[in-house]
Each structure stands twice: as structure tokens, then as C-alpha cells.
């Protein structure tokens, strides 16, 4: 009907009502709906609602299947958080991935479907040694240099940094905790949507084109977070 208010067309049964009626007037009334979901969409996106907004756009996917990529589009075009001390983190959405290899080492086998049920930040680049330095006080990488990353640290130290950083008061007040990823969280964020072996790809000597690291370094330590090297 030309005179449901919006408020009710949310509240129709899709399925009953486009059922009953005409082609030109299903189409009509889909779009009213589709319009409709996307409003709520971006009410609860302004609000950084994510589950709600996860859940109106599975329910307008229903209608029109390109809503269903409302939701990651949102969330890329959420800036990258600046904290306290100079971190970049990227909000990442929740998902389903396909962890690990058929490939790979043998405790990467069998490749298995996990879940990451909730959305997450993780830091852009490595920590550097001036922002371990705010932080930790005594820095206790080979090159100390502010800009190169922190280096010479165990698993301890990485997560006694993160007890810390979340204490200091601006990340305080702006609720922010800070831990170490889960492994599934790492490899989640790394593969960023990719099914290959790697984010880039399948093939392994391709390697130096992304990474800097033992076979292509020459032992020159990095000097700049962020930046390639060639």
C-alpha cells in the first residue's frame, strides 16, 4: 500500500507482502524496504553500532543481495585510531575465515573454518622504539633509533607493554584495553579476505616483494615503520 509509513514497512513480513502483490508494485515496495534498512544501517554505523548494524544489513541482504556488503564497506571507511603515544590501529570487522594450510607445516594442517565473533583494532605498523620507550621506559632493541621498530622483546614483554599502554590516562579515558592478538586474530587480519597461501598470493618466492626479513635483508635492520624496501 502507497500509504504504509515508514515505521511499518520494517515491520512487514517481506516475504508475505511482496508475495501478494503485482511485479511493478513488489518492486516499488522492496525498494521502499531496501531504502529503509539502509537508513537504519547508517544511523547505527553513525553511533558505531556494529552489531545492529551487522544484523539490518543480513536482514536487508534478504531483499537485495548487494546489501550484503553494507557492512565491510562501512567498516573500511572507518579511520584508523590515533592513540596517546602515536599508534595507527585499523578497526577490524568480525568474520568467518579458513584458518591454516593443506600446504603448510604440519601444525598448520588441516585448514579448518573459524569464527571471530567480535570486532576488533589492531595496530597498523610495528610499535616503534619511541612509543615502547613512552610506555616501558628502557628500550632494549640492537638499533634504538626512534622510528625502527621495537626489537629483542619476548612475549612477556609484548604483553606486560599492553597492560601498561592501557593504563596510561588518555587511553583511559577513551576506554580502549589494549592485549596481545589471538593466533586466529593474527591470522585473520593478515590474510585481510585472501584464501591463497599467502595474502598476496599462492606462490612463496614472491615473498621479498612483501616482507622484510632474513633471505632478502642482508641484515640491514628496518629503518622506517610503513615503508617499503627494495
Request: aromatic share 10%; proline share 5%; with cysteine.
Amino acid at each position: 500500500s502507497s500509504d504504509v509509513c515508514s515505521s511499518d514497512l520494517i515491520a512487514l513480513d517481506e516475504k508475505q507482502s511482496l508475495k501478494a502483490l503485482d511485479d511493478p508494485a513488489r518492486s516499488k515496495l522492496r525498494q521502499a524496504l531496501v531504502k529503509e534498512y539502509r537508513t537504519a544501517f547508517d544511523a547505527a554505523v553513525r553511533v558505531k553500532d556494529w552489531d545492529a548494524a551487522r544484523r539490518i544489513a543480513t536482514d536487508a541482504k534478504r531483499l537485495d543481495p548487494r546489501a550484503g556488503t553494507w557492512f565491510e564497506e562501512a567498516f573500511q571507511k572507518v579511520p584508523p585510531i590515533r592513540n596517546s603515544i602515536g599508534m595507527s590501529l585499523k578497526a577490524i570487522p568480525d568474520g568467518t575465515f579458513q584458518m591454516g594450510s593443506e600446504s603448510g607445516r604440519a601444525n598448520e594442517r588441516p585448514a579448518h573454518w573459524r569464527a571471530i565473533m567480535k570486532p576488533f583494532a589492531m595496530g597498523i605498523h610495528e610499535v616503534t622504539n619511541a612509543q615502547w620507550r613512552r610506555v616501558m621506559g628502557d628500550v632494549p632493541s640492537g638499533w634504538k633509533d626512534d622510528d625502527r621498530p621495537v626489537e629483542n622483546v619476548s612475549w612477556e614483554d609484548a604483553a606486560e607493554f599492553c597492560r601498561k599502554l592501557s593504563q596510561l590516562p588518555e587511553e583511559r579515558d577513551a576506554r580502549r584495553n589494549y592485549r596481545l592478538p589471538t593466533e586466529a586474530e593474527w591470522e585473520y587480519a593478515c590474510r585481510a579476505g585472501s584464501t591463497t597461501e599467502f595474502s598476496f598470493g599462492g606462490r612463496a618466492n614472491q615473498l621479498g616483494d612483501f616482507g622484510w626479513f632474513g633471505d632478502n635483508s642482508g641484515a640491514t635492520p628496518i629503518d622506517e615503520i610503513g615503508r617499503a624496501h627494495v
